[in-house]
């Protein structure tokens, strides 16, 4: 029944008496054939004199290009049949992009009734919705196929089957296949797949599920979740009939908890308290106590001053440690997320002494300034308007060159202030960016423009700074976002749990901005407590949480973690040890953490899969970072040997401190079998090694 309406309405506005409109059926015919497109006539220098905007995001600029421009060429009301615009993808004359329309086609129906009515853009009525029936496709089998249909929306209130138009592709065909005439979507291999659906001005995903088999036997328990997370997380899993790990032990859950918590091993006394207490509740309670922690507070504000890139100058010190501070006083104090956010858009001041306002001094211009807060405080990668309308996702160039506009009036100097006056160039117009909230609304020039925005993001019933705050907390506790990208929230790019990230953003705002609240939400799931695959292969399964991912250490942490490890027993001057955590201005001078990988001061490091790259990875081989340690007179390796500590007890003790568990009996005698053999002095080098082997070990390099 519902087709046969759509059908109807198709058939209505293929009525000769009908106006077409130019924006939302000419434009998309020439999306469809691929003439806007960024290798034919959509290319930022247009292709043979001819220039369209890319992918009809300007349906201005392309009517002036089509019909005004060069003495109306392009068009001939009078024998429409050589309009260059109908001639040319028809092949009725030499076309660089050879045969694109089909002279029997819906779509020259269409080209022509337009040109036959003069060639006017029409009534201009605007696209407000796209949706694909069905919007899952679920498939039973590999190499069954499934008929897509695409509806179009208006704002005039019509609604189209705009299917012969739509254009739907595919990242993968080797697991998911497209299908034409009729559009029909084929799947190949089991997993959940997005394909991109555009029509217009629009992209919706679509979602392909073919189940896994045999992945889920009877006996493992999905239905009783601990959380609501866990809920959402296993209905993902039973509908793709997976299974997964089985919940970790207390020492791999003790260590992942502790270095995602606080940045830090545990200590074997801490290990050996945890693994003897025998109340049912010891995960919830040690979960409780870590956020609790002043350790937490230090550490988690290394990561939030990695979200804000804070990154300090040679000639001003004080500004970077006047900022660290307050970040670190902020999480101290239980200030709420978006009151600190607040603080961040709006302070002023000195910024040697009110630490907030250096958000604003983190970029050196108003377009810099809106493509921070776009990543950090949007989840979006905005810039990608500068130059043209973004492809992939609904921002355009006014949304761009607007939201830098609201940035515009900063005094970027050591006094933060805002200047009467101050503004931005719009790339598409050539004038002055009018102030804009992103993909909302121009800001009228009686309102303040700041208060204005930081009023829109911070708004209760504006999901997206929540959603994009609380993908960046999940991301850093599972080592994959919801939204895969923590800057990176588009139509094109979902979220593999699109309820599951909407339950917590609600439960995130309603509770005050607690980003404790969310963490312990996390690390209490069963999801969180998952054993690791024991594999260096890529997870294939790794967007549905079936294992606990590997999450490569902040240089900070690793660097922590090799001293706690390798504890030297006396420092130089008898000055007590700083952690690195404690460094949140990434140039502190430290050759160590630069040995490690740490982000330079023109790098911006956000996810922790970044930290880690060749530099770091030739140190763990060879490096004098480990060797100085390991060979200290004073260090922990070298006064047990000189203590005469049994080569059992150094084993057993340095695996401990280093991966918070200890060798099983069948390890230690293997070792102890191959030192017996060992003079003394190539007893101790083989000590030396193997202490190195543990600290150079993926396994002690990461937290799974």
């Known amino acids: 029944m519902m087709f046969a309406v759509w059908l109807l309405t198709s058939m209505l506005v293929a009525d000769p008496n009908t106006l077409v409109d130019f924006d939302s059926e000419i434009v998309p015919i020439l999306t469809h054939a691929g003439c806007n497109a960024g290798a034919c006539h959509g290319a930022a220098a247009g292709r043979g004199g001819f220039h369209l905007s890319l992918f009809g995001s300007d349906p201005q600029v392309d009517y002036a290009s089509i019909v005004p421009f060069a003495e109306g060429r392009r068009v001939n009301l009078v024998d429409v049949s050589k309009s260059l615009i109908l001639a040319k993808p028809l092949g009725m004359l030499d076309h660089g992009g050879d045969v694109v329309l089909e002279e029997n086609s819906s779509s020259v129906s269409v080209l022509r009734r337009w040109l036959e ?37 208006f704002s005039d209130g019509g609604e189209t089957d705009v299917t012969a138009w739509a254009i739907v592709h595919s990242d993968d065909p080797a697991s998911v296949e497209i299908l034409q005439e009729p559009l029909r979507v084929r799947c190949l291999r089991p997993g959940q ?69 606080t940045g830090r091993l545990p200590s074997p006394k801490e290990f050996s308290e945890f693994q003897s207490t025998t109340s049912l509740n010891k995960r919830e309670r040690m979960i409780d106590d870590l956020l609790l922690s002043k350790e937490f507070s230090s550490f988690w504000a290394l990561r939030l001053a990695r979200w804000f890139q804070l990154r300090g100058s040679p000639q001003e010190p004080q500004a970077a440690i006047a900022y660290s501070n307050w970040i670190q006083q902020s999480l101290e104090s239980r200030t709420p997320y978006n009151d600190m956010v607040r603080e961040l858009l709006t302070a002023t001041g000195d ?88 993909g909302v609304r121009f800001l009228d020039e009686s309102e303040a423009a700041l208060e204005g925005f930081t009023n829109w993001i911070l708004d209760a019933d504006n999901p997206q700074f929540a959603k994009a705050t609380v993908n960046r907390l999940w991301d850093a506790m599972m080592g994959r976002g919801l939204v895969a990208g923590v800057d990176d929230f588009r139509e094109t790019n979902p979220p593999s749990h699109s309820q599951l990230l909407d339950a917590l953003a609600v439960d995130f705002v309603a509770n005050g901005y607690d980003i404790r609240r969310t963490i312990r939400w996390i690390a209490r799931s069963d999801a969180y407590s998952r054993r690791p695959n024991r594999t260096s292969a890529k997870n294939e399964f790794e967007a549905w949480y079936v294992a606990s991912l590997p999450k490569p250490l902040y240089p900070e942490v690793l660097l922590d ?91 057993e003790d340095f695996f401990l401190r280093a991966l918070s568990k200890k060798p099983n009996e069948e390890q230690i005698v293997m ?22 082997a543990i600290v150079s070990s993926e396994d002690f390099s990461t937290n799974r």
């Open 561 to 651: 973690a090799i001293d706690d490890v390798l504890e030297l027993t006396s420092l130089e001057k008898g000055e007590s040890r700083e952690r690195a955590i404690t460094w949140l201005d990434p140039t502190h001078p430290s050759p160590d953490l630069d040995a490690l990988g740490r982000c330079s001061r023109i790098e911006v490091c956000q996810s922790q899969s970044q930290h880690q790259g060749l530099a770091a990875k030739l140190q763990a081989i060879n490096g004098e970072l480990l060797n100085r340690r390991i060979a200290d007179k004073n260090g922990r390796l070298q006064c047990y040997l000189r203590d005469g500590m049994a080569a059992r007890n150094i084993i």
């Open 193 to 261: 797949h997005t394909i991109l659906a555009r029509f217009w001005n629009r992209i919706v995903p679509v979602s392909i599920v073919l189940p896994y088999d045999n992945r889920l036997p009877i006996e493992r328990k999905l239905e009783s979740p601990n959380s609501f997370v866990d809920s959402q997380i296993n209905m993902q899993l039973g509908k793709l009939n997976l299974s997964p790990n089985e919940t970790a032990d207390d020492a791999t859950f003790l260590r992942r908890l502790r270095l995602d918590l």
């Open 117 to 153: 009515q003069g060639a006017m853009r029409g009534p201009q009525r605007q696209l407000t919705e796209l949706r694909i029936e069905p919007a899952e496709a679920t498939f039973s089998t590999p190499g069954q196929t499934m008929p897509l249909h695409a509806i179009a929306t």
């Open 671 to 692: 070792w102890l079998m191959e030192l017996v053999a060992l003079a003394e002095e190539e007893q101790k080098r083989w000590l030396e090694d193997f202490v190195w």
């Open 351 to 438: 910024s040697h002494l009110v630490g907030a306002a250096n958000f604003t001094r983190t970029v050196a211009d108003a377009r810099q300034h809106a493509e921070l807060v776009g990543s950090v405080l949007m989840g979006s990668r905005i810039q990608c308007a500068n130059c043209h309308n973004h492809p992939f996702a609904r921002w355009t160039q006014d949304d761009y060159h607007g939201l830098a506009a609201i940035f515009a009036r900063f005094d970027r100097g050591r006094m933060v202030s805002l200047k009467t006056q101050g503004a931005v160039t719009n790339l598409r117009t050539g004038e002055s960016a009018v102030p804009r909230i992103p």
